[in-house]
């Protein structure tokens, strides 16, 4: 389980990273939310893959930490989605303005040479 959630989190960083590198707007933009997904991934694992475990301590009893979920991580996540989603659709409206106004999409603003 562990391998394969990290090979995820490795072909997402690797795509990301290789997709920021690429001279079209629309392909940066697609390769930060590769990224910002792989770091959400990675701040998930960060609480520990437990399956099957409690979501809520019992007070009655002496509680184990370690056989509960860490909520904290799952906060974080859940925060940097929503804030993933604005600034993609703040990205996506400046990409719009940008080729409207330059008519094409490049990162530097000039296109291929002919």
Request: proline residues 5%.
């Given at each position: ?9 490795g ?40 399956i ?10 002496k509680?184990?930490?370690a ?11 859940l ?6 989603f ?19 999409d490049?990162v ?7």
């Amino acid at each position: 389980m562990e391998t394969i959630y990290a090979l995820a989190i490795g072909v997402l960083t690797g795509s990301g990273v290789w997709l920021l590198l690429r001279p079209r707007t629309f392909q940066v933009i697609v390769g930060l939310s590769l990224l910002s997904y792989a770091v959400n991934l990675f701040i998930f694992g960060m609480g520990r893959l437990l399956i099957g475990g409690a979501p809520i301590i019992e007070t009655l009893s002496k509680a184990d930490p370690a056989l509960y979920d860490d909520p904290v991580p799952q906060a974080l996540v859940l925060t940097a989605i929503v804030i993933g989603f604005a600034t993609t659709a703040l990205f996506l409206v400046v990409l719009l303005a940008s080729r409207g106004l330059t008519g094409n999409d490049h990162v530097d603003g000039s296109g291929p040479e002919a």
